[in-house]
């Protein structure tokens, strides 16, 4: 018998045989969206149906849009806050303001007739295909010309408007970083927590320039996405100033505090900014903030600036630049001199730019200086008579503890080198993190009183020889080369620098990775990475649960603890059946909406995606590095920063053309040239 206000619909496809569901009519109520087809007996969600009729590609979203039986109220509840639906209600709502504008201005109806132009669509896909390929703006008329010269028959068959003009290249790329923007507003509304990245640059002319990235996850498919916000210029100023600028963006685009869980500064003068203020400004902004820095660096995670404390690094940093400089266009036929210009070209070095290059953290620079050190030496010895400068040099490159400081950075700059690399890998192993930071460190506290390799076989190289002038004196030769200033004296004030050095280093190491960030990561692992569980199912009962409580206290505002405790026991169990799946696999399968374990564990599910929102991986690696090379290229060629962002906007997200919504930018451009807003937009 049915029960009343019900009508008979079928079996779900997910309940027990003997059990059937049907559909409810009070639902309609709740949930306005809702319609039910008595033929096919299955539910749909009008929002979504409505705009995938706009999506291009034809394709279904969600089962709502082609039907379900799934007929419990628990997944309507699912659905309404799902990102598909959310993500449909926006465009639906920005189809009906636009209808409504249409209707009060009926000039504006002649947009609806030209979304397809051909002819329009041709000069924005040219202004789009420009922007990825960084060519100046100035070549879009040639290149218009040169697509009718080659017959292509958008631009020769039908004239389009004077909006159209080349001169109009600007507009039209803000109309087309829109379109993208609006899927990052979408992208960031549907993800349950976000990571907040910035990256400050500082041009040739020593601009600030603060690039801001997200990383979201998707509640539809579980997956992660890296996004570029744009390019700011930052104001001279305190901490507050970078906490002001990214309040005002993350403002800008609707994300809420409480979703923000991640920061990392890929910078190490915001580093330094952060101990004065930024990370606290921001913590009070965001109360699940954690601050981990530099996961995403593209380059060696040591840093020249946060070590500047350091009377000598000045110094050594000035004569291998000199040193640099000298030889950067030296012809001759040393293979040394000429490791000297690889360098240049490998690391992307620029002489002529006014910005301090800080050779003490560009470990091939270091490399190179030390191989070819015997044959600089020479040449400078050979120069010294008439040259103050090549003089200058060659006593400095004569210096025991210039020679000694070389090694003592070959024996760091790997370390660093290899931990920057970790952070690069797509699917990183969180669960070695800690170890490897903790390793880091013990590594260089034992080099204070234990030299490294480099620096212990250089020791052992030298030899010592009676001198001539003076009896019962002596001197160091290394390579053939007498070594200057190796008095006792010089060699205490070596040692001295050494463990200055090697503890500034491991002091920022260690600021870089605090421990409650790194008990979080580790405890994230533990409960989440099938291979870090016991290899016997007897040996999970306590497994997990100090982890399981340091995360529970440190999200208490988003998580039910008692629950999750509850729920434990039977989640490591299901986890340790999983034993195939990687961390993030487990935590994908979690987080995506429709999935049981989504709806068994919902405290594990948050959790799971606070994870997943890290910002780490070589796609937010080559994104970060690909701004900056933009901003460096940009700024070289543009007088003002006009359009920067929203090119580099272009550049960095714009999918392959077949997958942008041209006509949906053609709106923006036509809408916002008639109603004047393009012309404040670039004032």
Known sequence: MVPPGKKPAGETSNSNKKCKRYFNEHWKEEFTWLEFDYERKLMFCIECRQALVKNKHGKAENAFTVGTDNFQRHALLRHVTSGAHRQALAVNREQLAFETRVHSHPELRSVIKVEVNPAKVAVLTTVYWMAKEEVPDEKCSSLLDFQKFNLCQALLASEHSEYYHPSSVREMQVSIAKVLHNEDRHRIKASPFVGLVVDETVDVLEHRNLAMFTTTVSPCNGQTSATFLGSFELPAGEASTVAGKVGEVMRSFGIPTMKITWLSADSASLVA????????????????????????????????????SIEYLQKYETTVDAVYRLYSSFRGESNGLQELRSVLDLCEIDLGSPKAIHWTSIFPAVE????????????LESEAERSPVAHGLCEELKKFQFVAFTKILLDVLPIFQKLSRFFQIEDFDLSILKPIVSATATTLQAQKSTSGQNLQEFLN???????????????????????????????????????????????????RFPSSVLEAISSFSAIFNPKCY?????DIGSYGVSELNFLLQAYSRVVVSERALSDFPLFKRIVFSLSQLSFKDLCVKL????????????????LA??????????????????????????????TKDEGLSDLMKIAIDGPAINEFDFALAIEYYESMRESGFIVAQVK
């Open 273 to 308: 900014e952060r101990l004065s203020g930024v990370g606290t400004a921001l913590t009070s902004l965001c109360p699940l903030l954690m601050e981990m820095h530099c996961l995403s660096h593209g380059s060696s995670l040591l840093l020249a600036e946060s070590i500047v």
């Open 368 to 379: 190179a200086i030390d191989s070819s050190w015997p044959t600089l030496v020479l040449l």
């Open 461 to 511: 190289e030298m030899n010592e020889h009676p001198r001539d002038d003076r009896e019962g004196e002596s001197c160091l030769y290394y390579k053939g080369v007498e070594l200057a200033n190796c008095s006792k004296v010089h060699l205490k004030h070596f040692e001295r620098l050494k463990e200055s050095y090697l503890e500034s280093v491991r002091g920022n190491l260690l600021d």
């Open 534 to 538: 016991p290899q016997s199912l007897e």
């Open 591 to 606: 987080v995506y909406s429709n999935s049981e374990m989504h709806e068994l564990f919902p405290d594990f599910a948050i």
């Open 609 to 638: 995606a606070i994870a997943l929102a890290l910002p780490l991986g070589s796609v937010l690696t080559e994104k970060i590095s690909r701004g900056r090379e933009l901003l460096k290229r940009g700024r070289s060629c543009r």
